[in-house]
């Protein structure tokens, strides 16, 4: 029995296509080499046109598939697997991402670009005409388009299919930490590191002991988000928040489907995390600053529902304490969800 396995080959960041004949000579080499493993490989056009024995092909301009012929051994016999083709639709698409406020709805609908990311896609990725990009709008929403239009300052886009919203698929974990007083880059790496975590919200918390927060920080951190969100392929962009205090927190403590509260001496985060539901979506996690929370504080978060938690032995950084937090929580809810899934 043969399978078959389907996938979209890239050369240089694009599609391969038909019109330049380096590329398919490129293409061609790719299939000898592949014989020479033992594999039979037939190239085929978006439209599945397959190339003859002479090494022809037919394409309908959106790039060349490769269609692989091969028999897997297992212990079960010769089984059939397929890889999907990498697509818009796919959130970890092999196409330069960018981020937009309002995505085109329809196929043909045009969009503009300017300032970070005109910048990053002319001057940094150096994209021409008619090359093809994902727009997402950090809500779920993604669509692939092409660049249709590049002026001084500003590029346009058309929609070359019709716009995907995806909903998120990991746990909604909320962060509040006492992190908006770091200095040396410290506040931004946890932001960025939030991002790619998979936190669906970051809270600046003003305690007793980090009252107040420099101007202009929570914007920077907004944009350092969408960039993270890009980099790690997240469709959601992680919400940063304004600034909280502690009593202004307690309602949200006490209606979050778990709350724990960094704090020396309690009980180990990974004990505290196998009492809760397996099926459990998400809930808050609270850092408090480089002096801890106050006696005051800690009573006040715990009446409200917080569940004191230890992360060993060593006294923590407030941004290493965070991400401490926030992976094992994440892996933990991920294992439960599998679990679940399984069952």
């Not at 778990?258 to 609270?286: D, I, S």
């Not at 938690?309 to 950084?317: D, E, F, N, P, Y």
């Amino acid at each position: 029995m043969v399978s078959q396995v389907l996938l979209r080959v890239w050369y240089q960041g694009r599609a391969l296509t038909p019109e330049f004949s380096s590329l398919t000579r490129f293409n061609l080499n790719f299939q000898e080499e592949r014989r020479r493993e033992g594999q039979e490989f037939s190239v085929l056009s978006s439209s599945h046109g397959v190339y003859n024995s002479s090494n022809k092909f037919s394409t309908n301009g959106h790039g060349l598939q490769v269609a692989a012929h091969s028999q897997f051994q297992n212990p079960g016999g010769i089984e059939d697997r397929q890889i999907p083709l990498i697509s818009a639709n796919n959130p970890c698409g092999g196409l330069p991402r960018f981020h937009v406020d309002l995505l085109p709805a329809v196929k043909g609908m045009v969009v503009q670009l300017k300032g970070d990311e005109f910048w990053h896609m002319t001057r940094v990725l150096r994209l021409n005409l008619n090359d093809r990009v994902e727009l997402f709008d950090g809500k779920g929403g993604i669509v692939e388009a092409s660049l249709v239009q590049i002026r001084n300052t500003s590029v346009e886009l058309a929609a070359v299919r019709t716009c995907q919203v995806l909903p998120p698929t990991s746990p909604h974990w909320h962060v509040a930490a006492a992190f908006g007083t770091l200095k040396g880059g410290r506040g931004d790496w946890l932001v960025e590191k939030c991002t790619e975590l998979g936190a669906q919200r970051l809270t600046p918390l003003l305690t007793q002991r980090s009252p107040a927060i420099p101007g202009q920080r929570t914007d920077r951190w907004q944009r350092m988000s969408i960039a993270a969100t890009k980099q790690c392929q997240r469709l959601h962009v992680l919400e940063v928040r304004e600034p909280i205090g502690v009593q202004s927190l307690l309602p949200e403590v006490a209606k979050a489907n778990v709350t724990f509260l960094a704090t020396a001496g309690a009980t180990p985060l990974v004990e505290a995390m196998t009492g809760v539901p397996k099926h459990l979506e998400g809930g808050l996690l609270l850092i408090g600053p480089e002096g801890d929370f106050t006696g005051e504080e800690i009573q006040m978060l715990v009446e409200a529902g917080a569940v004191p938690v230890g992360l060993g032995q060593c006294r923590l950084r407030v941004e290493t304490a965070a991400i401490a937090m926030l992976a094992t929580v994440m892996l933990m809810s991920d294992n439960h969800q599998t679990y679940a899934r399984t069952s």
